[in-house]
């Protein structure tokens, strides 16, 4: 007589493959009239350990151009790597660097093709477009795009959107109205040090986000880098 508790031969046995892992990690991007910021926190982590505290999740793939990639640290790095192939076959072809707007679409195109096995990565562009102003494109994992204002992504980014529609969209203040422009009318210095605050908001409430942030800068002078410590525990 069969036994279920004893007899395990005809039981059917569960095989698990996941190729994936969350690595945490936050970014934030921001288009302002003639410059764009772009900033990460550097943890990167794996459940509750932490495996790397020096680790920004920018990457700086054009003069006037920088890529913001969090989620599996894997994914990102080689998404990278095939990115600067790809931009370095069009300098190649066209004797000329790659405009943001180019990048924005070469990565979404990228994404779209890896759309059956994805890169599981959360993107954001930012960077000078071809009228100085700044732009940002955020992407979800497998390639659809969009211009926008402002955009956090990552571990932290319920967390950081709410406060950024507030500051910067000003939407449910009363005196929010639809904006048609795709830049803010803040200040870089104001920018920055909202950038500042809503990293050290992020870092109070989310274990997968701390110990520094790495803030650039993009101008059509070229790329500022700024260096921030948040809280380490």
Not at 124 to 139: D, F, L
Request: some cysteine; glycine content about 8%.
């Amino acid at each position: 007589m069969f036994d279920i508790k004893t007899d395990t031969r005809k039981m059917p046995i569960e095989h698990h493959f996941n190729p994936y892992e969350m690595n945490g990690g936050t970014i934030v991007g921001v288009a302002g009239e003639d410059f764009a910021v772009i900033a990460s926190d550097t943890r990167l982590s794996e459940g509750y350990s932490i495996l790397s505290r020096e680790n920004p999740h920018l990457y700086h793939v054009q003069p006037h151009t920088v890529m913001g990639s969090v989620g599996f640290h894997g994914d990102s790095l080689t998404f990278n790597k095939t990115l600067q192939i790809r931009l370095r076959m069009y300098e190649y072809e066209n004797n000329k660097k790659c405009s943001t707007p180019a990048v924005a679409q070469l990565i979404s195109t990228m994404l779209y093709s890896r759309r059956f096995f994805p890169y599981y990565v959360n993107t954001i562009v930012a960077g000078i477009n071809n009228e100085g102003q700044g732009c940002i494109y955020s992407y979800d994992p497998v390639g659809s795009y969009e211009r926008e204002v402002y955009r956090a992504g990552g571990s932290s980014s319920a967390l950081i959107q709410p406060l950024l529609d507030s500051q910067l969209g000003l939407k449910n203040q009363g005196s929010f109205e639809l904006s048609r422009s795709y830049t803010v009318k803040m200040s870089r210095e104001n920018v920055v040090a909202l950038v500042k605050d809503v990293f050290t908001a992020a870092a109070e409430r989310d274990i997968y986000t701390g110990d520094a942030v790495f803030i650039n800068i993009i101008t059509k002078d070229g790329v500022f880098t700024e260096h921030f410590k948040l809280r380490r525990d």
